[in-house]
């Protein structure tokens, strides 16, 4: 079979992508020596959260797109390919610590109001049983936020695609386009028009409980969350270190993370931990996704840099690259373009 794009890494963008352009009749071959989800993808925390709703721009209205495509899309996933994404629009509480960020959340509810759309909500409410203690007594609570498990939903991502013809291997041969989506390495091999790396890799730890609150919101404190997972599992995460050593191994570092949970939400404690994860997550220079024409390198194109929002952005990045594979058509923010990268960077 001839083959019409090839897909360079099988994390969330590389499958993603692949199946956009496969459900709109492409012939697909994705390629990655690790295999499916073997990266910062297959891990186990999913909060699909989006950015507060203020001093609003290109990048958060391409997020909120994305994260109101997410209920059709990854029920189209999971109906293609028989396998739960672990994906629910379940929203998030976040403890409201002091009057100065009650204004904050309360502003924050008017812009909700001026950019979301009329059924999806940022409140300031009281703190229900199911939240972290709050000295205002208050939570934040969106209904925009979603769950999904990630490691389940590469699986689906990938079932999906083979459901639709497309090749998923280890090895083979890129021939077609080739979109390159090779996480934090391929972002270290590539250099932007000054010569710095397009972006580097950031370890985040976490870990999957034996606890049961699959119908309840994700929470969000101080830099942690808690995610009830729809298999009746809570994933805590996570750390974020830009200098380690072993990109999969957990340490200390974990254990503190898990201590912080316990002391938001003592009911964690002596819950069972089924799984401690580690990743590297790709993080662009800009901290924005890098999506478009590999510059110098004609019929290469590049989605990298999804960083923490990956899963979040999916939907829409996997179609703006469709579009512009397969149709010609550029619908990419200017902030995620690849203009700034320089002709004829490094290989992956």
Known sequence: MAIDVTVLGAGIFGLSCGWAM???????????????????????VGALAPHVPEQWNDKKAFQLDSLLMADTWWGAVEAAGGKPSGYGRTGRLQPIADEDALIRAETRAASARQFWPSDIHWT???????????????????????????AQACAALAEALRSAGAEIGVDGKASGTVLHATGWQGLAGMQDAQGRAAGNGVKGQAALLDFDRRRM?????????????????TAIGSTSER??????????????????????MPVLADVPVLARWAGVRPRARSRAPLLGHWP???????????????????PKVAEVMADLILEGQDAIPEAFTTDGLAPGATQD
């Not at 994700?218 to 298999?231: E, F, K, R, S, W």
């Open 296 to 314: 110098g390198r004609s019929g290469h194109f590049i989605a990298n840099g999804g960083f923490k929002i990956g899963f979040g952005m999916a």
């Open 243 to 264: 200098d380690f050593t072993t990109p999969d191994g957990t340490d200390q570092q974990l254990d503190d993370v898990l201590a912080r949970a316990v002391a938001a």
């Open 22 to 44: 496969a459900r709109r009749g492409a012939r697909v071959r994705i390629i990655d020596p690790h295999g499916v989800g073997a990266g910062a993808s297959g891990g186990v």
């Open 124 to 150: 300031v409410t009281d703190a229900p049983e199911w939240a972290p203690p709050s000295a205002t007594g208050k939570v934040i609570h969106d209904t925009l936020s979603a769950r999904i498990h990630p």
């Open 217 to 233: 919101p994700q929470l969000y404190i101080d830099g942690l969350h808690i995610v009830p997972h729809a298999d009746g599992t």
